[in-house]
């Protein structure tokens, strides 16, 4: 295979490793900004939890890796339900400013709070032999840990795609996003569907999180480090769409690959350079109401 | 020959596939006295938005006093001598009364390009916005931060500032909804004693005061022009009454006694 | 009938001559206001070796200031102000290292033109929008600044910085010292000039349009205000303000590396501003003031900790005040002038729903304890069973203490709450 071919198949397939984890980790901070409009900061927060539950459970309670991303997310999202239930609900009507320090507040003591117990020092977590290596997938080998990343993506976006496109619930959440008054006038529980979702969402970023740490490493700042790719995935995909989420998902991530393989020194500049196009020529994001 | 002071020529606006706005004529003379009624959900408050310039239209265009505005910002419609209330009081509520009404004062006159000299030291404006307080009654209000008055109240304000903008029409968008019957009085006297050079467009449900008020009468019914006439022939035409006022008959009644 | 009406009318015009005095007065100058002046002046006589500490705070002072502008007045939300800062910072250093040009305030007057340049360029795409839209671009143009710093680290010099810069003496004749005396006294001049401009601002119409824009955006389009140009303009002066203070930060401490673009140092004025209060002028001083001494011994003891603080003092001064500590201290004299003793005690009669949402958040509070117990055992417990055998001791503190923290702070919101909806019923 030549040269440049080789380089694009590789920016391509780390690209889309990449994204499915901007993917999984930013979907539920768009449904959840979408229903309720809340600037959630802490979003990183719930990603960076997650991680450091992997992190322990597969270090200090020999949990295996798999099982230890599942009960990653379940745990980050019972947490966030109560904390969506005695914290956050005092904050839908307030001001933009007024969730973003709420939020921003929670980010630092959560970062605060792990580094005392863990260290500042990145954490990496032991992998299962499957997971380590590579997959020949006929005319090129992949590093096996993407493909993962990449299968467990695709599979999540299956699984989403269903449950909001085909069940009443997901039915529910877009009529909510579409018109939240409407759907209260004819009977759905607004409040209940945001609680749902805002767990969802807080478990996915969890798994994110833990999914991230081979990918990213690991620390407390990545709860802030990253949340200003989450949020750039959100607003340029569009508050509260799943197909947004996914387009800026894959673009953005792409294109971070890309220029950092071509242009090291350019760094983190693309992803931002886009951003702000995308934004000035559609405010609202790829998919969002106007 | 004079130019009415507000024409609405073939406007259109459509939400999606919804048309709210169909094919809307409509004339205001200098010194009208107009009432735009319509069943809910008619496209009256859209008719204003889109006069305004709040929304702009799929078609059609706006002229005030011979000019086409319809590509002009709501700003600077509102500068031309375009001024509304709203149907739900869009008020700085975390000033004062009085501050309020000086913003109105100073946004019409320019003042607030000034970066350097004190608010306060132009006694002019204060003077002129008191008088509109006067006006309403609502001086006493006039250090309280409006969040702090009681909605009626509030809606008086609402109307301070509209006549501190000196318009040439004044759209007035149910100005007596949420206010206590006891002073609803006040706003209508307020409204009937405008200078008679404005022209006035009211959007009102209350039959009484539309009979009272207008000179002349529009019925919009699912966003197009249904029929317009003085209150008479308005009274008098049963499509209207089946399509409307059938439902508020006993008012429309009561209208006719006190007219 | 005639005295009666007479009467009447007297009255009015009573009520008319209160209301136009208050506007009319309200921009003179009180003399509490000397007070934050006087004592930066005595802070020099008093600390002479702890000038250092006094420009750093000093400059923060203008940075809140400059930010005060655009959010307190015009209700801009931005994360990325740091951007202006960074911007200002690195004109004075580029102009000394790469120009050769070390005059102190035509190097201030260049940061400021450059600064401001670039808030309007940029303020002029982004304020179109609102909300999320803002605190997204506003953000992103800290980071590409930034990123933009780092691609061409020939020139500035990257992450390491453009170290050693020395100005001039101040007009060619006052030399800054190693103790910074000179310094403050040049920092704390320019900060007095720049405060007298921004307070002309802000009780000039143009200021008051900012407040309206602030509360209604709506209501400003409907009477005519051309709202786009007024954002812009004072993001621009905001943005040249927060250049001389970072100019003025590169000047005191002869360094500057691309750091000044950080999340970290937008999110700190942020936070200052918020402490003392926004849309008051003087919050910016309390705010920076307070946060700088906090950090100066808190920071010095565990940085952690330091951190930690930062994140439960956002939250408390979401819930608990609002309008910062200036905001707290007015409103706490104000209550207790208004209401005697009797309503104190009506206060603390409490529903009883409210035992039920402290039992909640104790049991809630016992979870996050226990949880951050378990994840604390890192490295000592291997099994579950072990866990659960340890659990007199770590992670019982943990969720004993989780609990209380939980149940401490609602309780104190929930005070808070139930005070203001009585006043609410009473008024």
């Known amino acids: 295979m030549p040269q440049y071919a080789n380089i694009a198949v590789s920016i391509l397939f780390d690209g889309l490793a990449y994204a499915m984890f901007l993917f999984i980790t930013s979907v539920g901070l768009s449904v959840t900004m979408g229903l309720m409009n809340f600037v959630n900061l802490a979003h990183g927060a719930f990603a960076m939890i997650g991680g450091y539950v992997v992190v322990s459970l597969t270090r200090s309670y020999g949990v295996g890796f798999v099982p230890s991303l599942i009960i990653a997310a379940v745990l980050v999202a019972l947490i966030s339900v109560r904390f969506e239930r005695r914290l956050y609900r005092r904050f839908y009507r307030a001001t933009d400013l007024e969730q973003v320090l709420l939020t921003i507040g929670l980010a630092f003591m959560a970062i605060a709070t792990f580094t005392y117990f863990y260290g500042p020092i990145p954490k990496s977590v032991p992998l299962p032999d499957w997971l380590q290596g590579s997959v020949n997938l006929g005319f090129r080998s992949f590093p096996a840990y993407r493909v993962f990343m990449i299968a467990v993506g695709a599979a999540l976006i299956a699984v989403l795609w269903y449950g909001f496109e085909r069940t009443n619930v997901g039915a529910m959440v877009r009529a909510a996003v579409d018109n939240r008054r409407m759907a209260e006038s004819i009977g759905i529980n607004v409040d209940r569907l945001f609680t749902l979702t805002f767990a969802l969402g807080s478990g996915l970023a969890a798994l994110g999180g833990g999914l991230a740490i081979q990918l990213l490493g690991l620390n407390p700042n990545f709860a802030l480090l990253y949340l200003v790719l989450f949020l750039i995935v959100v607003a340029v995909g569009g508050l509260g769409s799943l197909k947004g989420t996914l387009l800026a998902a894959l673009v953005l991530g792409i294109i971070d690959t890309g220029g950092k393989y071509l242009l090291a020194d350019a760094g983190g500049f693309f992803i931002y350079a886009v951003t702000v196009i995308v934004l000035l020529l559609k405010p609202a994001g790829f998919y969002g109401r106007e | 020959m004079t130019a009415a002071a507000l024409e609405v020529r073939g406007l259109n606006r459509n939400f999606g596939a919804l048309k709210v706005t169909r094919d809307v004529d409509l004339t205001l003379e200098r010194g009208a006295r107009r009432a735009l009624i319509g069943p809910n959900g008619a496209g009256k408050t859209t008719l204003v938005n889109l006069i305004t310039g709040l929304l702009n239209p799929s078609s059609g265009k706006v002229v005030l006093g011979g000019q086409d505005i319809t590509a002009l910002s709501q700003a600077q419609r509102a500068r031309r001598g375009i001024a509304r209330t709203f149907q739900i009081n869009q008020l700085f509520r975390g000033l004062t009364v009085l501050e309020n009404l000086c913003l109105a004062v100073g946004e019409r006159d320019g003042h607030c390009n000034n970066l350097w000299r004190a608010t306060g030291a132009r006694r002019v404006v204060i003077d002129e916005a008191l008088d509109y307080l006067a006006a309403l009654r609502i001086v006493d209000d006039a250090l309280k931060l409006v969040r702090e008055l009681p909605y009626g109240r509030q809606r008086l304000v609402e109307i301070a500032i509209a006549l501190a903008q000196k318009p040439r029409v004044l759209l007035l968008d149910e100005p007596a909804a949420g206010v206590p019957s006891s002073e609803t009085h006040l706003i209508l006297d307020v409204v009937a004693n405008l200078d008679p050079d404005i022209a006035i467009l009211i959007i009102e449900h209350d039959m009484d005061v539309v009979f009272r008020f207008a000179r002349k009468i529009t019925v919009l019914v699912a966003g197009a022009i249904f029929t317009e006439g003085t209150p008479q022939e308005i009274m008098a035409n049963e499509q209207v009454r089946a399509v409307y006022l059938g439902q508020e008959g006993h008012r429309v009644g009561g209208g006719v006694r006190h007219g | 009938m005639a005295a009666s009406e007479k009467s009447r009318e007297l009255a009015a015009t009573g009520a008319r001559e209160r209301a136009a005095g208050y506007l009319v007065g309200r921009h003179r100058f009180r003399p509490a206001e000397a007070l934050p002046w006087l004592l930066a002046i005595a802070a020099f006589f008093l600390f002479p070796d702890r000038m250092t500490f006094g420009n750093q705070a000093l400059i923060m002072v203008m940075f809140a200031l400059s930010l005060d502008l655009i959010l307190g007045y015009a209700g801009i939300v931005s994360l990325g102000h740091a951007a202006f800062f960074g911007v200002g910072a690195y004109t004075v250093g580029l102009l000394i290292a790469r120009l050769d040009w070390s005059e102190p305030l035509s190097s201030l007057l260049a940061a400021a033109m450059l600064s401001g340049l670039i808030g309007f360029v940029t303020g002029w795409f982004i304020l179109r929008y609102r909300g999320l839209t803002v605190i997204m671009?506003?953000?992103?143009?800290?980071?590409?600044?930034?990123?933009?710093?780092?691609?061409?680290?020939?020139?500035?010099?990257?992450?390491?910085?453009?170290?050693?810069?020395?100005?001039?003496?101040?007009?060619?004749?006052?030399?800054?010292?190693?103790?910074?005396?000179?310094?403050?006294?040049?920092?704390?001049?320019?900060?007095?000039?720049?405060?007298?401009?921004?307070?002309?601002?802000?009780?000039?119409?143009?200021?008051?349009?900012?407040?309206?824009?602030?509360?209604?955006?709506?209501?400003?389009?409907?009477?005519?205000?051309?709202?786009?140009?007024?954002?812009?303009?004072?993001?621009?002066?905001?943005?040249?303000?927060?250049?001389?203070?970072?100019?003025?930060?590169?000047?005191?401490?002869?360094?500057?590396?691309?750091?000044?673009?950080?999340?970290?140092?937008?999110?700190?004025?942020?936070?200052?501003?918020?402490?003392?209060?926004?849309?008051?002028?003087?919050?910016?001083?309390?705010?920076?003031?307070?946060?700088?001494?906090?950090?100066?011994?808190?920071?010095?003891?565990?940085?952690?900790?330091?951190?930690?603080?930062?994140?439960?003092?956002?939250?408390?001064?979401?819930?608990?005040?609002?309008?910062?500590?200036?905001?707290?201290?007015?409103?706490?004299?104000?209550?207790?002038?208004?209401?005697?003793?009797?309503?104190?005690?009506?206060?603390?009669?409490?529903?009883?729903?409210?035992?039920?949402?402290?039992?909640?958040?104790?049991?809630?509070?016992?979870?996050?304890?226990?949880?951050?117990?378990?994840?604390?055992?890192?490295?000592?417990?291997?099994?579950?069973?072990?866990?659960?055998?340890?659990?007199?001791?770590?992670?019982?503190?943990?969720?004993?203490?989780?609990?209380?923290?939980?149940?401490?702070?609602?309780?104190?919101?929930?005070?808070?709450?139930?005070?203001?909806?009585?006043?609410?019923?009473?008024?």
Not at chain 3, 401 to 421: E, H, K, M, P, W
């Open chain 3, 137 to 427: 671009l506003t953000l992103a143009t800290a980071i590409m600044l930034q990123e933009a710093g780092n691609l061409r680290s020939d020139i500035s010099g990257g992450y390491d910085g453009l170290p050693g810069l020395v100005i001039s003496p101040l007009f060619g004749i006052f030399d800054y010292d190693l103790y910074g005396h000179v310094n403050y006294l040049y920092v704390l001049g320019v900060l007095a000039v720049i405060f007298y401009m921004v307070r002309r601002i802000v009780y000039s119409p143009f200021g008051q349009a900012l407040t309206g824009i602030r509360e209604n955006v709506r209501r400003m389009h409907a009477i005519g205000s051309p709202v786009h140009r007024r954002l812009v303009t004072v993001y621009t002066i905001s943005a040249a303000i927060a250049g001389v203070a970072g100019a003025l930060f590169t000047q005191t401490n002869a360094y500057v590396t691309l750091t000044v673009f950080d999340f970290d140092n937008s999110a700190k004025v942020m936070v200052m501003l918020i402490l003392g209060g926004t849309g008051r002028l003087y919050g910016a001083f309390i705010g920076a003031v307070v946060y700088m001494m906090l950090e100066d011994h808190l920071s010095k003891l565990s940085p952690t900790f330091w951190q930690f603080g930062i994140g439960l003092l956002l939250i408390l001064a979401v819930l608990f005040a609002p309008r910062g500590l200036l905001g707290l201290v007015e409103e706490i004299s104000r209550k207790s002038w208004r209401r005697g003793r009797a309503g104190a005690a009506r206060r603390l009669i409490w529903k009883g729903e409210h035992w039920t949402v402290l039992a909640g958040s104790a049991v809630d509070g016992a979870a996050i304890g226990f949880i951050v117990g378990f994840a604390a055992n890192f490295g000592q417990a291997h099994l579950l069973s072990e866990y659960i055998a340890s659990l007199p001791g770590r992670a019982l503190a943990f969720t004993c203490f989780g609990a209380l923290v939980a149940t401490a702070i609602n309780a104190i919101y929930l005070a808070f709450t139930s005070r203001a909806a009585a006043e609410d019923r009473g008024s």
